[in-house]
């Protein structure tokens, strides 16, 4: 379950966030996830689709999981 997670980072393509810390947990920038093993959960209802070809235009292998 999702509460259960460890979150290692927020990630947000909006420059204006990163390095910001949210909940204690650091915001980064998309390029720095590259060579992270960790599934990536996208948490955006509305463009998760886009959100994910995105991930995978990066060349991220890592697994993508969807709230809905």
């Known amino acids: 379950m999702l509460f259960r997670s460890h979150v290692v980072a927020f990630v947000d393509s909006n420059p204006v966030h990163h ?3 949210l909940l204690g947990i650091p915001i980064v920038s998309p390029v720095e996830i590259t060579g992270r093993v ?3 959960v996208i948490t ?3 463009h998760q689709e886009s959100v994910a070809t ?5 060349g991220l292998p890592n697994d993508i999981v969807f709230l809905a």
Not at 54 to 58: A, H
């Open 54 to 58: 995105q991930i995978r235009d990066m």
């Open 44 to 46: 955006t209802t509305l």
């Open 19 to 21: 390095g910001k810390p």
């Open 38 to 40: 960790e599934p990536i």
